[in-house]
């Protein structure tokens, strides 16, 4: 079974939206998760404009609570995808050794393999902000799935 581990600052915007979407291209013999670099949401459900633009998709994340990043999930996932460069830089400061590091990965590198580019961080901006990072994160999620379900 693989475990896959999505990764945004406060867990309530971009890594749950992922996390549901990855989800639903998967079978159930995946395992994913999410979590963030902060621990502001701890406890929290997603942001409601996450939740909105999920629904709008067919996906419900409501259920979804934050949780911060810990050293440990380097044991449990063999794959964590990170939405920014802070992101991959904190999650990193937390590595023990390469092999916790070479499980790091900019989830837009599988669209644009090796530009680590971001997904923006939408909490402060609209709610077109939100429907932005859900377009990216389905394309790159679509790619995740198919890699993994393919086996290549």
Same mark, same amino acid.
């Given at each position: 079974?693989?475990k ?6 406060g867990n309530i915007?971009?890594?749950p939206?992922?996390e549901?979407?990855? #989800?639903?291209?998967?079978? +159930?013999?995946?395992?994913?998760d999410?979590?963030?670099?902060? $621990?502001?949401?701890?406890? %929290? /459900? ?18 979804l609570?934050?949780?911060q ?9 063999e ?6 460069e802070?992101?991959?830089?904190n999650?990193? #400061?937390?590595?023990?050794? +390469?092999k916790?590091?070479s ?5 837009l $590198?599988?669209?644009?393999? %090796? /530009? ?16 932005n990072i859900?377009?990216m ?16």
């Amino acid at each position: 079974m693989t475990k896959i581990l999505m990764v945004c600052l406060g867990n309530i915007c971009r890594s749950p939206l992922a996390e549901g979407i990855l #989800k639903s291209k998967l079978p +159930d013999s995946f395992t994913v998760d999410s979590a963030g670099t902060a $621990n502001y949401h701890t406890g %929290n /459900q997603p942001d409601k404009r996450s939740i909105a633009v999920g629904r709008k998709y067919g996906l419900d994340i409501s259920n979804l609570k934050g949780r911060q990043f810990k050293v440990s999930d380097f044991d449990v996932f063999e794959l964590i995808y990170v939405m920014d460069e802070s992101n991959y830089n904190n999650v990193v #400061k937390l590595a023990r050794n +390469d092999k916790d590091i070479s499980k790091v990965k900019f989830i837009l $590198n599988e669209v644009y393999p %090796n /530009q680590n580019y971001d997904v923006p961080d939408p909490y402060y901006g609209g709610d077109q902000g939100f429907e932005n990072i859900y377009k990216m994160l389905d394309e790159a999620c679509l790619i995740i799935a198919n890699t993994l379900i393919s086996g290549k």
